[in-house]
């Protein structure tokens, strides 16, 4: 079992920058895929960004070269940093979990989620 606790949320101006972090509890954290996805009001959930077990990160494309996911296995902590925010980028963000490699950028495939954390960009 895996509990994900997002933070880092919040309201900035266009072009500023955030990093939230997630929080992970549970002895299997080092050996898990870790996701961040986001979903706007009367939108489904999409991935931004995604990090293997073993470091291989995957970016939605329209945040290549903004956003930078990172994880500390020590800490049990993901990471994502993200420069240059637009509007658009207005959504929840959740942190996930999953405990297989494959697959990595599909909502569907993810057994361990958070609570979310709202990030507002105005323009």
């Known amino acids: 079992q895996v509990q994900l606790v997002e933070s880092g949320g919040g309201l900035v101006q266009a072009g500023g920058s955030l990093i939230l972090s997630c929080a992970a509890s549970?002895?299997?954290?080092?050996?898990?895929?870790m996701g961040w996805f986001r979903q706007a009001p009367g939108k489904q959930r999409d991935v931004v960004a995604a990090?293997?077990?073993?470091?291989?990160?995957y970016y939605a494309d329209s945040v290549k070269g903004r956003f930078t996911i990172s994880r500390d296995n020590a800490k049990n902590m993901v990471y994502l940093q993200m420069n240059s925010l637009k509007p658009e980028d207005t959504a929840v963000y959740y942190c996930?979990?999953?405990?297989?490699?494959?697959?990595?950028?599909?909502?569907?495939?993810?057994?361990?989620w958070g609570q979310g954390t709202q990030v507002t960009v105005s323009s």
């Open positions: 549970g002895r299997t954290f080092s050996s898990s895929a």
């Open positions: 990090i293997t077990s073993g470091g291989s990160t």
């Open positions: 996930a979990a999953k405990n297989s490699n494959n697959r990595v950028t599909l909502t569907t495939t993810y057994s361990y």
